[in-house]
């Protein structure tokens, strides 16, 4: 099972962008399907994008399209998520999250492998 770890996060004031990236270990990450959840206080977690195998195919929360960009490097055994014209309500402790499940879905119980995450905080 990968080992994922997750950096980028910040403070940044509302229409500004990050890069969240997750570096997992070992050598199966191309076999796993990837995805970015975020959870904010009192919120359960939430689903925000996801990245098939080989990076063909994303999908997105339509809270984030066209604002948020997925993507994977196989090479690197990176994934990332690009955040541009952040908003308040954007802020939340966002993780990273792997799945061997041919198609997961945006199910948090479908991904099996978790980063500790890393904070964004979007200030008005």
């Known amino acids: 099972q990968v080992q994922l770890v997750e950096s980028g996060g910040g403070l940044v004031q509302a229409g500004g962008s990050l890069r969240l990236s997750c570096a997992a270990s070992?050598?199966?990450?191309?076999?796993?399907?990837m995805a970015w959840f975020r959870q904010a206080p009192g919120k359960e977690r939430e689903f925000v994008a996801s990245?098939?195998?080989?990076?063909?195919?994303?999908y997105y929360v339509d809270s984030v399209k066209g604002r948020f960009t997925i993507s994977r490097d196989n090479v690197k055994n990176t994934v990332y998520l690009q955040m541009n014209s952040l908003k308040p309500e954007d802020t939340a402790h966002y993780y990273c999250?792997?799945?061997?499940?041919?198609?997961?879905?945006?199910?948090?119980?479908?991904?099996?492998?978790w980063g500790q995450g890393t904070q964004v905080t979007v200030s008005s």
């Open positions: 999250a792997g799945s061997r499940t041919l198609v997961p879905g945006t199910n948090p119980n479908r991904y099996d492998a």
């Open positions: 070992g050598r199966t990450f191309s076999s796993y399907f």
């Open positions: 990245i098939s195998r080989g990076g063909t195919n994303t």
